[in-house]
C-alpha cells in the first residue's frame, strides 16, 4: 500500500460523512411526503451502510482516520444550510432539489472509489464485492436522478 491510499480514503470518508448527513437531513425534511419520504428513507439507509463499508476497508488495510476532514465536512454541510433557497426561513422545494443534486455528486464519487478500488485492490478486498458496491452506487443514481426531475417539476 502506498502512501495515497491513505489520504484518498479519508477524503472519501469525509465526503461520506456529508453524504450521510445531507442525506439524513433530506429524510427528515421530507419524511411526510408520501413521494419522496419512503424513497429517502431507503436511500439514507443504504448511503449510511455505505459509509460503514468504507470504514471496514480502511480497517482491513489499517489506516487510521482523520478526525479534521469528516468534522469539516460535517460545518460544511451545516453552513449549506444557510444558503437562500427563496424562503426567509424553513425548508423549500428549492432546498430539496439542491439538496438532492449534491447528493448525486456524492454517489457518483462513491461509484469512482469504488471502481477504483475493484481495479486497485481486487483481491485485498474481494470480500468486500466491491462491483456490487460499485452496481448499488449506480442504482442510487438511477432513483437520485427521477427523484431530482421530480423535485425540479415541483419547484421550477
Same mark, same amino acid.
Given at each position: 500500500?502506498? #502512501?495515497?491510499?491513505?489520504?484518498?480514503?479519508?477524503?472519501? !470518508?469525509?465526503?461520506?460523512?456529508?453524504?450521510?448527513?445531507?442525506?439524513?437531513? !433530506?429524510?427528515?425534511?421530507?419524511?411526510?411526503?408520501?413521494?419522496?419520504?419512503?424513497?429517502?428513507?431507503?436511500?439514507?439507509?443504504?448511503?449510511?451502510?455505505?459509509?460503514?463499508?468504507?470504514?471496514?476497508?480502511?480497517?482491513?488495510?489499517?489506516?487510521?482516520?482523520? #478526525?479534521?476532514?469528516?468534522?469539516?465536512?460535517?460545518?460544511?454541510?451545516?453552513?449549506?444550510?444557510?444558503?437562500?433557497?427563496?424562503?426567509?426561513?424553513?425548508?423549500?422545494?428549492?432546498?430539496?432539489?439542491?439538496? !438532492?443534486?449534491?447528493?448525486?455528486?456524492?454517489?457518483?464519487? #462513491?461509484?469512482?472509489?469504488?471502481?477504483?478500488?475493484?481495479?486497485?485492490? =481486487?483481491?485485498?478486498?474481494?470480500?468486500?464485492?466491491?462491483?456490487? !458496491?460499485?452496481?448499488?452506487?449506480?442504482?442510487?443514481?438511477?432513483?437520485?436522478?427521477?427523484?431530482?426531475?421530480? =423535485?425540479?417539476?415541483?419547484?421550477?
Amino acid at each position: 500500500m502506498g #502512501k495515497l491510499l491513505p489520504i484518498y480514503l479519508n477524503d472519501h !470518508l469525509a465526503g461520506a460523512t456529508l453524504g450521510v448527513e445531507l442525506a439524513r437531513r !433530506l429524510r427528515g425534511s421530507n419524511q411526510a411526503d408520501p413521494e419522496f419520504g419512503p424513497a429517502l428513507s431507503e436511500l439514507c439507509a443504504e448511503i449510511e451502510a455505505d459509509r460503514e463499508t468504507l470504514e471496514a476497508v480502511m480497517e482491513r488495510f489499517d489506516i487510521g482516520r482523520s #478526525k479534521l476532514k469528516p468534522f469539516v465536512a460535517v460545518i460544511g454541510e451545516r453552513v449549506g444550510r444557510l444558503k437562500l433557497n427563496g424562503r426567509l426561513r424553513g425548508y423549500s422545494p428549492l432546498s430539496r432539489l439542491d439538496e !438532492l443534486e449534491i447528493l448525486q455528486l456524492g454517489v457518483t464519487g #462513491k461509484l469512482r472509489l469504488w471502481l477504483a478500488l475493484e481495479q486497485t485492490h =481486487a483481491d485485498d478486498l474481494a470480500d468486500f464485492e466491491l462491483g456490487a !458496491l460499485a452496481e448499488r452506487a449506480s442504482g442510487q443514481l438511477r432513483r437520485l436522478e427521477a427523484l431530482h426531475l421530480k =423535485a425540479a417539476a415541483l419547484a421550477l
